[in-house]
């Protein structure tokens, strides 16, 4: 079945500094992908997304950029900010259709 | 603007006792979710409704877990007997029934049980 896989954390970066976590999954055909991320104490919130192979999606100044040859979507920003700290995770529909499959989630934690 | 409403925020129990948790997706959201995140993990999917009807339990346990959603509207998660191994977070997510995979998360209830 579909499956994802996500750099493992804590991600530890200062003000400012450059950002990427890397995902890259296992599916049948080309399906929509995602980036989720959750804040401290809130629920998981759709940050971007991308429905087709060479799309990039972009929120927030995130990007990631679906690469069906490296089957990737790494989440970028060049910038980031203490208000980024969460944890975000990389997610794909199931094979079925009918749910999102999950990554385990990687923590970001962004100092001053 | 709407959000997922999930209660209780925080659940302890004994184990072998019944527990139940309760979510109101957002208005006019089809299609309802509830996903069991063990910490350190992503979500994983319990069940799915679409309107009141269940779209896939095939990961839900069955011999204790049992959800409904009676109105098609807000959903009830309950387990009994529940046992030491159920502790994580429960979230519940709602979305429309043409963006099934652009959802919204509740808050969640943590569940630990004792």
């Known amino acids: 079945g579909n499956s994802v896989t996500q750099m493992e954390g804590p991600v530890t970066l200062s003000e400012e500094a450059f950002l990427t976590i890397n995902c890259t999954y296992t599916?049948?055909?080309?399906?929509?992908l995602f980036w989720y991320v959750q804040y401290p104490g809130e629920g998981l919130q759709l940050l971007l997304k991308?429905?087709?192979?060479?799309d990039k999606g972009s929120n927030k100044g995130f990007e990631a950029t679906y690469r069906k040859e490296t089957t990737s979507f790494h989440l970028e920003k060049g910038s980031v900010q203490v208000s980024d700290s969460a944890v975000y995770f990389c997610a794909l529909p199931s094979q079925a259709g009918t749910a999102l499959i999950f990554g385990k989630g990687t923590t970001l934690s962004v100092s001053s | 603007e709407a959000e997922v409403a999930q209660s209780p925020r925080y659940k302890i129990t004994e184990k072998s006792q019944a527990v139940a948790f309760w979510c109101d997706p957002i208005s006019g959201h089809a299609t309802l979710y509830w996903y069991r995140q063990i910490l350190g993990q992503g979500p994983e999917l319990l069940v799915q409704?679409?309107?009141?009807?269940?779209?896939?339990d095939s990961q839900l346990p069955k011999d204790r877990f049992s959800a409904e959603r009676l109105k098609g509207v807000d959903s009830t998660l309950k387990i009994q007997p529940a046992e030491l191994g159920d502790s994580a977070m429960y979230l519940c997510a709602s979305s429309h029934r043409d963006r099934l995979y652009e959802q919204y998360f509740g808050p969640g209830t943590r569940l630990t049980v004792t």
């Open positions: 409704f679409q309107d009141e009807s269940v779209v896939d």
């Open positions: 599916a049948t055909g080309y399906p929509s």
């Open positions: 991308a429905t087709k192979a060479d």
